[in-house]
Structure formats: C-alpha cells, structure tokens
C-alpha cells in the first residue's frame, strides 16, 4: 500500500481519536492524554506536508547540504510544536492535582458543578432549585475519589 | 528600524530577569515592568507616527522561506502598541501578587507585540502558544479552587484550538511549500484557493478562534472571566481578543479570499451574537454578564470583519477598537460590583460616579448617536446592506436585534442603580486605581467624539494599507524568490 497514505489515515486517525477523547469521556486525565493524542496527529500532519521517502537528514556536513535533503522546515516546526505540547501537558497535570485535592474528583462534570456553585456563591447567588437543576447522570466509566 | 525589535525583545529579557532582581532589590523588580512597557510603548507610538511605508525586518539577514519575518504596516502596529500599552495599564496589583505575575505580564506584552508583527505562520503559531501559556499563569493567579477548575478546562479548550492550527498550518504547508505570509499572499490564488485552503482557513479561524471569542469555542469565557482577577480579565476580552481577531484578518486579507470564507466566518459570527446576547441578558451577576456581552460583541466584530475588500478592514477595525477601550473600563468597575446584578440596587447613590461611567460606556455599547459606538456600529450596517446577499442582511439584523438585547440588560442594571439600596449588601467604593484606569478609557471615548471624522480617515488609510496585498508582496521580497521545495508543489 502507499506509505502517504497510510502515514495520513495514522495522522487523520489519532486526531478523530484526540478530539472523540476531548469530547467525550469525563474523567479529567483522560481528556488530558487525548490532547496530547491529538497535538501528536497534527505534528504527523505536519511532518507529512513535506514528507518524502529515502530523504537524507538535513544536516550541513563538510561538503555543503546533501544532495536529497529532506525539507527543514516542518521539521523545525514540529519540534517547537513538541515542546510547547509538553510544556502544556504538564501545567494541565498540575493543574488537575490541585483540582483533585480541592474538590477531591478528577470527573469533569463533578469539577464543573463544584466550580459553578463556587462561583454563584461567590457572586451571591442563590443556585437554582434541585427541581430545575439537569439531573447529572454519573455513567459507571467514571473514576470517583 | 531595529527599535522595533525591542518592542518585543525588551520585554521578554526583563520578564526573565526580575526573579533575579528581585533578590538584589524589589523595589527595583516593582518599577521595572512598568517602564519597560512605557519604553516599549513610547517606542511603538512614535514609529507608528514616523511610519510613511510598511518596514520589513529580516532577522538574522535570513531571507524567507527560511529566515523570519517581521513585518510592520500600521494596524500592526496598532495592534503592538495596544498590547503594550493595555498590558501596561492593567498591570497586575503589586500588593497582592508575587513577582512571577509581573514576569507574566511582561510576556504576554511580549508576546502580543511579536504575534501582531509576525510575517510568517510559523512565527504567528510560537507567539500564539505563548500568549496562550502566559494567560492561564495569569488567570490562575488567584489561588480559589473554582480559578483552578476554570483555567484547566480554558487550557484544554486552548490546547485543541492550538492543535487545529497545526494541522492548518500542515494543510497550507503541503499546498504551498512556504509559511511566510507574503509568498503565500502570491501562491494563494492558484494553490489555496480550493477546498484543500477554505478547510485549512476552517482549521485555523476555529483554533486562533478560542483566544477570539469564537461561537463554537468560548465555553470558557464565562468561566474564566467569573474566577480571573479583574485586570485579567480586562486584559484578555479587550487586548488578546484582538490579537488573535488580527491573526484571522490578516490571514483573510493576504491568503485566505475566497467568498466561502467570509460566509462562514459571517455565520459563526452571526451565531456569537445571538448566542452571546442572550446568555448575557439572562445572567444574573455582573462578572457573567460581561462576559457573555463580550461574546456578543466579538461576535459583532467579525460580522464587520466578513465583509471583503477594504469597507470591511474599516468597519471591523472600528467595532474592534470601540471594543478594546470599553470592555476594560467595565471589567475595571467589577471589583466592587462583581457579586449579583441584584446587589447594585442603589449603588448610584453610594458611588454616583462609576454608575456615571457605566452609564456612558453603555450607552456607547448600545450604540447611541453621538458616542462612538453609534458611528461604528452604523457603519458595519451600512457595509452589510450593500453586500446585496442574504447572508450578510441577516447579519445586520442580528446586529440590530443584539443591540436591543443590550440596551434591555444594560439599561435593567443602570435603572437598578437608582432604586432604593438593598438593605442586605452594602458596597464599598471602588479603589482609586481601578477608578482612574476606568475613568481614562472613559475620556478618551469621550473625547474621540470631537474627534470622530479625522478618526475614520486614519483608520480609512489604515484599512487600505492593511489590503494593499501587492504592496505587502514587494515589501517583504524585493526579489520575487520561489519556495524551495518547489518538488512540493502541486500542479
């Protein structure tokens, strides 16, 4: 099979992956982990753009650049893309460790109902009624504290 | 020319530099962000006065494709001067943040300098990252748990839009084999303009679109700006809101024209203004209100936006300005106001003068006659009308429809003030600071309105500068070079 296209389908598939695991599950590390899934199929994309196979590494040697250099640019640039994913990686973990240890859950929806009643609180707000509150249905994939 | 390059380096050397001196003098480490910005801004304003053409800045003599560039016509550098002077005049409370917020500042300014001069994707990309990382330092400044929840789902929203722009910027790489914006200006027509460009464009705005305020992606605003201190929040809905609304504009004008991007640019924007509209004239507290108002609002501006050519460029860049002065005047008033919409009952008798200035930037939001907001508002109206399609009458209706939903909350709040005190709540006066910085943007409102026609001709000129798309191309390549993976390139 052609190598283009399967690398693609790899890229276009770990992005379908990173988004459905934005989007759906609740639990915070796993929409964490498909952030990362999904940045590693745009930086596939992106070294795809200009991917050609049997490429030497563009590195400057004594005689000049070689002859069937791969393209530099995609590459410079997904190298930055790497850093700063990781860099975001961790800050969104500690981020999750000090929403863990305030309100004691990693599921989102519980994260969000805790932060929405914060916040009524702090502005003054009575929080509307058990009566008109959406009933938050707690699916069984869910890791509790 | 290269005092240019200190509106972006400076900045960025002294963020890094005040921990350490800091050990050595705090009292230096205090003053030293905010004079850095002051250089920084007189620097941008007196280059933004002396600019006759475009400059262009190679750096490190790299040519492009590979080398960066900068490129500085007068929005851009109307948009580095705001990031400057916004960050400057928000700057975070010494009192009761530590230093490392001072060092954030600094690079946000940095870092909104730079995104507004980028000359190249690659470039427009690392700035955008980096604003983006520099906000959640700032917004989780406040140690609440509720801050912590808020900027954790921001950054996953973020960090979604930031991948979106990479594979973007992949789908414009593999079409075109460049990233600088020029050559891509001058490949677009025959490799972009397709459906392989419109799904890159698609990528690009829904990424850059997050920091924007973008319909299908600003379910953080009311969350981050509820939990963010005021001058936070002033700095993201008025400074980096427009940052990333020129990164879209930009890419619009020079690469991305095609009528199929303006429509859907025009629909989401259409769906910001009803969305946001609404959520705002049934939030029940000051902070929530702002926020939703200003999704409506930025809604509003890339409406204006949508519009091709150069009446576009000069609408948008009206509302967006008339933007960028009011919203941080009115996050100014939320520190003492921030609770319930239902607490500020009387407060126009325990602080008459910020219910004065509220009252005036309502009024100038609304859009009422003499006030600066009417002239911008009147002319994205103008401009929709005589596009002659029914998209674009939609859009003015919305426009029209958003503004009664705002004339109705706001004008709730204002009456608010004048009933008698709620016996329950009583409000302190505002800070003196919080007081100045709001009753400055409050005059220069004011004062445009002497000024409203020698106004619109600037930014007449700067709109058709900022559409000048042949002259961007000679400006940045003196000598037309071809990509260097010309192998790329499809036919």
Redesign the interface.
Known sequence: MDMHLILYSAAAGL?LI??AG?VLPSH?LR??FA?AL??A???L??L???F?EGTAAPIMLESGFPANMA?P??Q??VL??IV??V??LA??LI??L??RA??GTLD?RK??Q??EH???E????SMPSSSQTPRVIVSKGTVDE | MNNLLLMVALPLFTAFLLPVMERVSPVLAKLAGPLVLAITSVLGISLWAGMEQPVVIQLGGFLP??GITFYADKLSMLFAVAASLGTLLLWPDESEQPIRQSSLALILAAAGSGLALSGDL?NI??FY?LVA?VS?GLI?SRP???A??????Y??IS??G???I??G???V??AT?T?NLAQLAQLAPQHLHNLQGLSAFVLILIGVGVKAELFPVNTWVP?VY??APERVSALLAGVVSKLALLVVVKLLVLVFQMPEAHMIMLALGIMGVLTGELAAWRA?????MLAFSSIGQLGTIFIAFSVPGEAGVFAGLAVALHHLLLKPALFMLARRW???LA?LSGAGRTSPLAAGLFILLALSLIGVPPLPGFWAKLLVLVNLAGQGQALYYLGGMVILVGAALEANYLFRVASGFYHEPSKA?ILSPHKGKDMLIAGLLSSVLLTSVLFISPLADRLHEIAREATDVETYINRVQPVRLAP??V??VQP
Not at chain 2, 284 to 288: A, F, I, L, M, W
């Open positions: 992005m990173g988004i934005i915070l929409i964490i952030v999904l940045e199929g745009a930086n994309l992106l795809l753009a200009s050609k393209d640019v995609p410079a640039l930055t893309a700063i994913g860099g975001i800050l969104a981020l999750a000090k929403v305030a309100y989102m994260v969000r805790r932060m914060d916040i009524a702090e502005a003054g707000i | 494709p590979m690659f990309y690392v990252e990382v959640y989780a609440t748990a509720a912590m929840a808020a900027t954790l789902r950054l996953v960090a979604f930031a991948a979106l990479l594979a910027i992949a789908l790489y593999q084999g990233l969350e509820a939990t029940t507290d000051y902070r929530r921030g609770g319930s607490n709540v260097i993976n192998a790329v």
